[in-house]
């Protein structure tokens, strides 16, 4: 055995993953922002192409560290029960559980999540998760409101495994009504396009035929994010050139681009600091007035400037406006 033959082995132990139709509406999805998305899981699921090995192995090292995160639960004597234990919901929703806490006040759901080192520090509290502009982390509330739901218990737990260290973080997540009433709308909209859409389904047919019976414009709502990248369906069942506002959605797949936006989305947090920083100083600096001033480090120079500013009557400046096209880029970050 040498290190090709080890490589086959892991090759031949990650292989491609099919991907399989949904049968029912899976509450570890319901909180994607993009119902489309969901109709289409149900709808044509199967025929999206298999996952390669590279991304199956995301996959499996989810699990892995999953397994990890009991272990280390177990080790604090925190055993999980009803480990995987099936919840349903109406509207055809199903999910399985990753365990059960239960202590003197009963029972607590908890959802075990390993997180990006990055995202980790970032995401401390229920709030940071909710208002988080990953949409995977985004959803994952809705998910475990939704598992407190079914089991018939109002708490819940996020164990945030840090994927680079292994440090555990335990993030209270109480069962909120308005999450579990829109998820279950949701689901009721998605059962709703299925049961319209079974009668073009039958066996015989195509179902991609199924696209040809209405306009894009008619289909289910979608909503185009950061998720698009990564979305099985972009491209054949879903044409982002012909969502959104004005010229549509695009993904910009450039090896070079990408660096720039990872570039960004790493040194984003640091540059905020930064400029935070740069302001508190520029602040004190201008209040000692004119002059050098040093803060260990830092050396700041103040110095004292002229403008000139015109006060030009508005009905005299209307005479020389004129409109000029031009394009603005605003940027956000969705990890
Ligand atoms: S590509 Fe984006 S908009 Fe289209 S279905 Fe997927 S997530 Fe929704």
Redesign the pocket.
Known sequence: MNAATLHDAWIAFAKPRIQARARSNRISSLG?R?V??LV?DRLIGDLRPALPPEKAGIFAEGDLHEQAARRQMSSMGIDLIHVQREVVGPHNITGHIDGVIRDEDGEIVAEIKSVHPALWEKHRTLDDMLASSSPWIAAYPTQLCLYEYGVGTDRGVFVLRNKGTGQLRFVDCPRDENLVRASIDRAAYVEGWIGKLLPVLAPDRDRLHAFSVLAPEDWPT????A??QY?D??GW??D?AA?GREGG?SMLEDAELLEAAETMRRTAEAAGEHDRAKARLAEAMKARGPGVHFAGPVCGKVVSYTTTKHDIPADIKAQFARKESALRVTMSMEE
């Not at 979608?222 to 994010?225: C, G, K, R, V």
């Open positions: 994607y993009c489309r998305r289409w979608a909503t185009p994010d998720a698009c979305c369906y972009r069942a879903c982002l969502l959605v």
